[in-house]
């Protein structure tokens, strides 16, 4: 094997010389023709994170995209063509703060276009700013910048994950904002509306009152708060007190009943009657329910709407009015709930009416405190509050007119049918299933899609007006497929003309957007041209993997099913693949929330890609890791690794082969060679099972051990004269071959080093070279090897090795000092295997009489160090 090894080989500058190389190559390409061709087993498709494009990547990124790349690296060495497009989930309300805070403005769709608009920032983050400071714009003008800074954002994405050596096809690249995306995120809803799953209402919708936009169950997250526990007297028709306790007295004018226990003895008698409300007068029903809990507070609490969730399940379960008192604002509207109608009642109220929840609460404690109907001071208390899961107040619960998908909350049939594809789709690890099959069974309503935000993908939805110019809801206009994509804040309804908008007889735009999770739930639809491109579609479809991290099975996993199955009744890929987290020296999980969030762009640029991906690919799916900035252990220990390989493939490169030989017969080389078939099996195995850090745990044992150990004892016979040509030659084909099986080996792990070495002795690249079956396909053409041969060996001449150099070492001696005589003693079958490999134990600890004997355990001794200059004679 001939090799253009560098002088001095070097990590440095490996990340931009070979994705240059490879863009020009065309190296991880998808190649349709061939896959066309081949069928739909030929190809291995990723439905691949399309990160969101607001703000920057972080060191989590970093850690489950090299988990993805790890299998489509492994996949195409195996021989498929990899379909690995990357997306940019680039609409929704990140994208929208991003832009807020960089350009320091606000979108106010009453305002009109400005052509010549230019934002007050460019460039600053702006994040101190309130959203009254940041000047408003028209919604068209926002989307111009939207779209702006998303693509600059994508460009400083995709170098960071050239960067880290992401093999993805990047003439395979998707936006959630495009018009594609648009259409195919359109149609799919038009035929969720055709099938009659997806539909409007009006309902009680948590909303969040900074963003002024309704939230799905899947977006929210719970945060512990302080509050207090009030008790207040309601009164009975006979005057006697009724005593709850609540941690929302400002929500007392929107009481509705009270409720307990069916099985409360306490309450049994008050079932069926009234009780007043205290302050706002209104006599309100005590009802039952088996959600109360009779353990808490006093036992019987105040139904309002809407305080929390438990409020809405009773109020549509007891068909209750509904008296909602806060506005979109998260204030106290202005008019008081018709069943308020004493005078001290109504005055009372409007001591609230345009207050925040928070000052509205105060005003009604001293208003209860004043009446004497707060007994007692209230109890502080810390409990859990639902918030956005990227907001920063609490949640309110207002009544909104929303559109939304069934998602199996109330469809018994669809449940069992998400339950059972979820039961068909292997998970890696597996345990994880459990958290999808929680999920599905804790729905507790169907998925609101729609949201009250500018950059997203509009709903293809107008609404005809009566006569008096009053929208007719539930008479929805619903794009056909053939307009699509449109945007109805803009395009006309179809039979109608522009100048009809908004006049009696005419028709309204919807102006509300899809949830940014309904168009990344369509991710293969997008990726695999779904409607878009046929042979596309069923060349990839369904996908062989959806990786992601484990905190999103809830949204993107779950609602990738949903979308797939009301279209397909099919799961959309075979594996799912779940990351873990990434946790900091504390333990604590890494967010930006937490502001422990560590960037990767300084990591990779001073330790490396290949040192960055062996941190990441030494963690199993599923399991958290711990990062420290400032102590980078295993980061180091990749670097230690990629510089070892480039350095002990140079070595081996050294030696020269004799002419007219080409078989492989010496005992250790064999048994080296033996061991190595091992590792690939051990590591092919695990990379088909998704355990790639068994894989690469398995490969980097038996490097350490070749470079440590065989190359130690075998570097003699390799430097060796002519006078034993077939021994050398043997040792050098055998070295030869271990490298370049190694290099593929480590290939899906780190690409920049592998490629480096490979390219010194071959032409294409390592990336599309076969992934070694055994060391036997492996061997170079027309050596000859007699393998599987001496098993073992090299295990037992590693540890005679190293009994040699501690021997050395207890004697205070040199390594390279010589030994006039030693003996191996050891079982019977051990010391055979090794006095096979005794010409390369001499040689390697310079033994001039090596002597054999039997003994229970293997051991080294009577080892006599031959004189040298300071001592005469001396022994070990």
């Excluded at 063509?81 to 990357?86: C, E, R, S």
């Excluded at 305080?307 to 106290?332: C, E, S, Y």
């Excluded at 949201?451 to 005809?464: A, D, E, M, S, T």
């Excluded at 745990?697 to 002519?722: G, I, N, Q």
Aim: one cysteine or more; proline letters at 6%.
């Amino acid at each position: 094997m001939s090799a253009n090894v560098p002088d001095k080989p070097a990590l440095e500058g490996l990340e931009t010389k070979w994705d240059a190389e490879w863009s020009s190559r065309g190296t991880y390409l998808f190649n349709r023709a061939d896959a066309v061709q081949g069928g739909r087993d030929c190809v291995y498709s990723i439905d691949t994170p399309p990160p969101t494009a607001s703000g920057s990547l972080h060191i989590g990124h970093v850690f489950s995209y090299t988990h993805t790349d790890v299998v489509a690296r492994f996949q195409r060495m195996a021989g498929k063509q990899v379909f690995y497009p990357i997306g940019w989930d680039d609409n929704g309300l990140p994208t929208e703060r991003r832009v807020q805070n960089y350009y320091g403005v606000r979108c106010d769709p009453t305002l009109p276009y400005d052509p010549d608009f230019t934002p007050p920032f460019q460039g600053g983050d702006n994040k101190s700013s309130k959203a009254a400071d940041q000047i408003p714009i028209s919604r068209r003008n926002f989307i111009e910048l939207c779209e702006v800074l998303t693509v600059e954002d994508e460009k400083q994405f995709e170098s960071l994950w050239r960067d880290l050596g992401l093999s993805v096809d990047w003439t395979q690249t998707y936006r959630t904002i495009s018009r594609e995306a648009q259409a195919a995120s359109q149609l799919a809803f038009v035929r969720n509306v055709e099938r009659g799953e997806a539909y409007q209402a009006m309902a009680p919708t948590l909303w969040d009152v900074t963003f002024r936009t309704a939230v799905a169950q899947a977006e929210l997250e719970d945060k512990e708060q302080p509050g207090a526990y009030h008790r207040l007297a309601f009164t009975k028709a006979d005057g006697e007190p009724v005593f709850i306790e609540t941690t929302r007295p400002e929500l007392l004018p929107a009481c509705v009943a009270l409720v307990a226990h069916p099985d409360d003895e306490r309450y049994k008698a008050l079932f069926g009657t009234t009780v007043t409300t205290p302050v706002f007068g209104v006599e309100v029903p005590v009802v039952a329910h088996h959600l109360a809990q009779a353990d808490k507070g006093s036992g019987i609490a105040m139904i309002c709407t809407f305080g929390d969730l438990n409020d809405v399940i009773w109020w549509r379960d007891l068909d209750l009015p509904n008296r909602a008192i806060i506005g979109f604002d998260g204030r106290i509207i202005s008019e008081a709930p018709d069943a308020i109608a004493s005078e001290e009642g109504r005055a009372a109220y409007a001591q609230l009416a345009g207050k925040t929840v928070f000052s509205a609460k105060q005003a009604v404690v001293e208003l209860l405190r004043e009446s004497g109907a707060l007994i007692g001071d209230p109890k502080p208390i810390t409990h859990p509050v639902k918030f956005f899961e990227k907001g920063d107040r609490p949640l309110e619960i207002v009544s909104t007119r929303q559109w939304y998908i069934t998602n199996g909350a109330r469809d018994e049939d669809l449940r069992a049918r998400l339950i059972e594809l979820g039961g068909e789709l292997e998970w890696h690890p597996e345990f994880m299933k459990v958290r999808y099959e929680n999920w599905v069974g804790g729905l507790t309503g169907d998925w609101l899609i729609s949201r009250q935000r500018f950059f997203g993908v509009p709903l293809p939805v107008w609404y005809p007006l009566d006569g008096d110019g009053n929208p007719v809801f539930d008479e929805p206009i619903v794009a056909t497929p053939d307009i699509l994509p449109v945007d109805p804040s803009s395009d006309a309804a179809p039979g109608y003309s522009d100048d009809q908008r908004g006049v009696p007889g005419g028709f309204q735009g919807e102006v509300d957007v899809m949830d940014t999770w309904a168009t990344s739930s369509l991710t293969p639809q997008l990726a695999g041209g779904w409607q878009r491109d046929e042979e596309l579609w069923n060349t990839v479809f369904p996908f062989d993997l959806r990786p992601q991290g484990q905190d999103i099975i809830r949204t993107w996993l779950f609602s990738t099913m949903l979308r797939s199955t009301l279209e397909t009744n099919e799961k959309p890929w075979k594996h799912a693949a779940l990351s873990g987290f990434i946790v900091d020296p504390d333990r604590k999980k890494m967010s930006k929330s937490k502001g422990n969030v560590v960037t990767p762009a300084d990591i990779l640029a001073t330790h490396g890609s290949d040192a960055v991906r062996y941190w990441a690919a030494s963690s199993r799916l599923g399991t958290d890791a711990a990062f420290d900035e400032k102590n980078p252990t295993q980061i180091k220990i990749g670097r230690r690794l990629a510089i070892k390989i480039l350095n002990a493939a140079k070595f081996v490169y050294g030696f020269e082969l004799p002419s007219g030989h080409s078989s492989i017969t010496e005992p250790l080389d064999l048994s080296m060679l033996t061991e190595l078939d091992e590792v690939i099996r051990t590591a092919t195995k695990a990379l088909q099972n998704y355990d790639h850090a068994r894989a690469l745990e398995t490969t980097e044992t038996f490097f350490w051990t070749f470079c440590d150990d065989y190359l130690e004892l075998v570097k003699e016979r390799a430097y060796r004269d002519s006078s034993d040509a077939a021994g050398k030659a043997s040792a050098v084909l055998a070295l030869q071959t271990a490298i370049d099986v190694l290099l593929r080996l480590f290939a899906p792990f780190l690409p920049f080093a592998t490629e480096e070495v490979w390219s010194w002795s071959h032409d294409e690249s390592v990336h599309t070279a076969a992934w070694p079956a055994s060391v036997a396909s492996a061997l170079p053409s027309g050596v000859s090897a007699d393998l599987p041969g001496h098993a073992g060996l090299l295990p037992l001449a590693s540890r005679a090795l190293v009994s040699i150099r501690r021997a050395k070492t207890d004697a205070k001696a040199s390594q390279k000092t010589p030994v006039a005589s030693a003996t191996i003693t050891g079982p019977a079958a051990e010391v055979a295997l090794l006095e096979l490999a005794s010409a390369d134990l001499k040689a390697v600890g310079r033994i001039a009489e090596l002597g054999f004997g039997e003994a229970s355990e293997l051991t080294i001794g009577d080892i006599v160090l031959a004189p040298d200059e300071n001592t005469q004679e001396g022994t070990a």
